[in-house]
T-cell receptor, first 110, second 112 residues
Framework: GQQLNQSPQSMFIQEGEDVSMNCTSS?????WLWYKQDPGEGPVLLIA?????ELTSNGRLTAQFGITRKDSFLNISASIPSDVGIYFC??????????FGTGTSLTVIP | DVKVTQSSRYLVKRTGEKVFLECVQD?????MFWYRQDPGLGLRLIYF???????EKGDIPEGYSVSREKKERFSLILESASTNQTSMYLC???????????FGSGTRLTVV
């Protein structure tokens, strides 16, 4: 199946630091989604991107749809302990099926 | 508040047992999906359904089957549970033309 390469695989940061992660695909996507999964829970949608070059914010989170349509980026500013979790990118190369990245595990050290 | 509900948060089953994982959504979504999640492997699609009584294999269907008799319910069946099926199972649903998935809280299955 389609693979999305997400990096980094894990991050350990101090509270207050900014975070950056990215996702790349071998296929062109028309939509990029970013999800967060809290420990022991299902993923929850954070940000959806529908247009190449689009930059969208949700509070301290900002995501960008890469111009090549094969990548996307997520930034978290001024991290806090509740940002802990796994962040997934997702997109549909074709049809109605979304594929997911392998996730970035974020640990915030108070 | 729209919801995808998975019937169990935690399950422990014995090797060889037939296991049913149930998922119900209240959003009138056409599409439903079953994923399993394992450390380092991300989310892998097991089966999905775009309509009642319709099912399609995902990337890792071996050892699993599904049932969708009603639009709101999508069941995952482990015909004969094995230890390598110990995992977190996530159900999701979406509109026919999806803007994203809504996930359930997951079922953590342990096969002993």
């Amino acid at each position: 199946g389609q693979q999305l390469n997400q990096s980094p695989q894990s991050m350990f940061i101090q509270e207050g630091e900014d975070v950056s992660m990215n996702c790349t695909s071998s296929s062109i996507f028309n939509t990029w989604l970013w999800y967060k999964q809290d420990p022991g829970e299902g993923p929850v949608l954070l940000i959806a991107l529908y247009k190449a070059g689009e930059l969208t914010s949700n509070g301290r989170l900002t995501a960008q749809f890469g111009i090549t349509r094969k990548d996307s980026f997520l930034n978290i500013s001024a991290s806090i302990p509740s940002d802990v979790g796994i962040y997934f990118c997702a997109g549909p190369p074709t049809g109605n099926q979304f594929y997911f990245g392998t996730g970035t595990s974020l640990t915030v050290i108070p | 508040d729209v919801k995808v509900t998975q019937s169990s948060r935690y399950l422990v089953k014995r090797t060889g047992e037939k296991v049913f994982l149930e998922c119900v959504q209240d959003m009138d979504h056409e599409n439903m999906f079953w994923y399993r999640q394992d450390p380092g492997l991300g989310l892998r699609l097991i089966y999905f359904s775009y309509d009642v009584k319709m099912k399609e294999k995902g990337d890792i269907p071996e050892g699993y089957s599904v049932s969708r008799e009603k639009k709101e319910r999508f069941s995952l069946i482990l015909e004969s549970a094995s230890t390598n099926q110990t995992s977190m199972y996530l159900c999701a649903s979406s509109l026919k033309t999806p803007y994203g998935y809504t996930f359930g809280s997951g079922t953590r299955l342990t096969v002993v």
